[in-house]
């Protein structure tokens, strides 16, 4: 009994941030509303308060899971040490990780401006954290004299600037596959640092 | 008579695109009425209406003004012929010009998904515009033997990703001056198609 309440609450839990992903994605978080979000699930308002505190907590779970599953993946995709292939895998990697989840991606740029300040600096060391691994690799490469880094910072947000906008423009059933796209852009980094 | 009376509702339509920008990306345009753009500025909501038909015109004003004014922009950046210092201009013209308008970039990327298709449509066929300036220079540049460009049009896409990404880490207060900036920027574009 107790395992049927607390798959049915976890199952209340999936659908409320699933819910809540998509209308923010759609209206933006200002103009949605606990009611609305508890409409789109089935439950009534009152019920979501035993899930979640209020919208703000919502919103930070929600940018603060896919910084988490982000460092997790990233971890799991066991990077090598050199720094050429590391660059090559942490580049395919980054581009597949965003194409599957661009809902994810478009708030988590988004909905930053809405998060309170203590939940944006949370997000913050979780975005350097990420961002860190791929300066490391440049900084390797640099030192290893692999690579050309004039500034390991600016080259590390415009290598992620400019692999998270395949989500901008990437569309399934257009005329090139996902694995396409990797090689060219891999291609694009590699020559961007070329030593 | 004439002659102030039209000054002071070039007046009125100016503060009130000022004021819709400021609040369409504080809060986004859903959460944002016309009744609190009126407030913003001062006037009753009713007099609005002399200056615009509804809130959809208003977004659609607001983006389709920035992406003219940036294509009239670019025309008087006097981009050379020869396709190196053509990308070297173009590198230089889109981050400057970007990074002078934070708010209006941030909504034009942002607001997309709450323009009627129809406006989505005439927007789209701006951004075409300027996004083929820059193909035509990659394009010209690999007939040319000068530049490697495997598709030009992932690259074009990959470049501006990539410039306009210096708009959600640059402050002007920061380590770096906007020149420098441009600088390293265009080592690492000059690399990315270096042939």
Do not use: C
Not at 90 to 117: C, D, G, K, W
Not at 169 to 180: D, P, V
């Amino acid at each position: 009994m107790t395992r049927t309440v607390g798959s049915t609450a976890a199952d209340t839990g999936a659908r409320l941030r699933q819910a809540a992903l998509q209308l923010f994605a759609r209206h933006g978080y200002a103009a949605v509303s606990m009611r609305q979000i508890a409409a789109e699930i089935g439950v009534q308002v009152g019920g979501l308060y035993n899930h979640i505190p209020d919208k703000q907590t919502l919103l930070f779970r929600l940018l603060s899971e896919h910084m988490a599953e982000l460092l997790e993946a990233v971890e799991a995709a066991e990077i090598p040490a050199e720094p050429l292939p590391a660059l090559e895998a942490f580049t395919r990697f980054h581009i597949r990780h965003h194409a599957a989840r661009p809902e994810q991606v478009f708030i988590s740029y988004m909905e930053l401006r809405n998060l309170s300040p203590e939940n944006f600096a949370l997000l913050e060391a979780q975005r350097q954290d990420y961002e860190a691994r791929l300066s490391a690799i440049l900084e390797r490469g640099a030192a290893a004299g692999v690579m050309q880094v004039e500034d390991a910072r600016m080259a590390t947000m415009a290598i992620i600037a400019m692999l998270t906008g395949v989500n901008t423009w990437f569309r399934e059933t257009g005329r090139l596959s996902l694995g396409q796209v990797e090689e060219v852009y891999w291609g694009m980094v590699r020559r961007m640092v070329a030593a």
